[in-house]
């Protein structure tokens, strides 16, 4: 199994141009999640989804979007980047948020906006 | 003050060596997880407590929920387990998404 994919693994970005980052996992999780992490920071949550079609706002939601299509596949949308979202993006999934819901990430997407 | 606090921030040891990761936490929680963080950059979930303790290996995890407090101790150290550690707890109730995450702690294990 490939566990959870993300692409691209480094992206440059122009101040005001969007772009998609891609997510994909072959487990079947119902759970997918989107964290970025800043240096010296925790990471923090930007989106989730329960399920296809279902998505909810996370910590930090401003300046992106999300759907959820697929049970496989969650893409994150970065509308009009700005340097503020220079980051390390990491998605990540689980069968279920309760006991038993061990979470699995992808190698993670380092992005810069100049 | 942060829900999560991990300590020590920086650790660095000598291979063969005992090593103990304290997380503290200010919120109820459901479960608690302990994350690797490779110096890749990579994460790979390591343990999700919610009572008592766990053993993987040379890992092994411990939670005592009425002090919110857990451990993460390493036995015969290795200069493989070089990474960051990073605890993470989910709250009862609120946003079903949301886990709290420790700023990590980064550990350096000398040959």
């Known amino acids: 199994n490939a566990g959870v994919t993300q692409t691209p693994k480094f992206r440059i970005l122009k101040i005001g141009q969007s772009m998609t980052l891609q997510c994909t996992q072959d487990?079947?999780?119902?759970?997918m999640y989107w964290y970025r992490q800043d240096p010296g920071m925790g990471l923090k949550l930007i989106y989730y989804?329960?399920?296809?079609?279902?998505?909810d706002k996370g910590e930090v939601p401003n300046g992106y979007n999300v759907s959820r299509s697929t049970t496989e596949d969650f893409p994150l949308r970065l509308e009009l980047a700005a340097p503020s979202q220079t980051s390390v993006y990491f998605c990540?999934?689980?069968?279920?948020?309760?006991?038993?819901?061990?979470?699995?990430f992808g190698e993670g997407s380092r992005l810069t906006v100049l | 003050k942060n829900e999560v606090e991990q300590s020590p921030q920086n650790l660095t040891a000598q291979e063969g060596e005992f090593i103990t990761i304290n997380c503290s936490y200010s919120?109820?929680?459901?479960?608690l997880h302990w994350l690797q963080q490779h110096p890749g950059g990579g994460i790979v979930s390591l343990f999700m407590?919610?009572?008592g303790k766990k053993k993987h290996g040379r890992l092994i995890a411990t939670i005592n929920i009425q002090e919110k407090h857990s451990s993460l101790h390493i036995t015969a150290s290795h200069p493989r387990d070089s990474a960051v550690y990073i605890c993470?707890?989910?709250?009862?109730?609120?946003?079903?998404?949301?886990?709290?995450f420790g700023k990590g702690t980064k550990l350096s294990v000398k040959p």
């Open positions: 990540a999934s689980s069968y279920t948020i309760e006991r038993s819901g061990e979470l699995f």
């Open positions: 487990m079947n999780h119902n759970y």
């Open positions: 989804s329960v399920g296809a079609g279902i998505t």
């Open positions: 919120v109820g929680i459901s479960a």
């Open positions: 407590l919610s009572s």
């Open positions: 993470a707890v989910r709250g009862h109730g609120g946003s079903q998404g949301n886990l709290i």
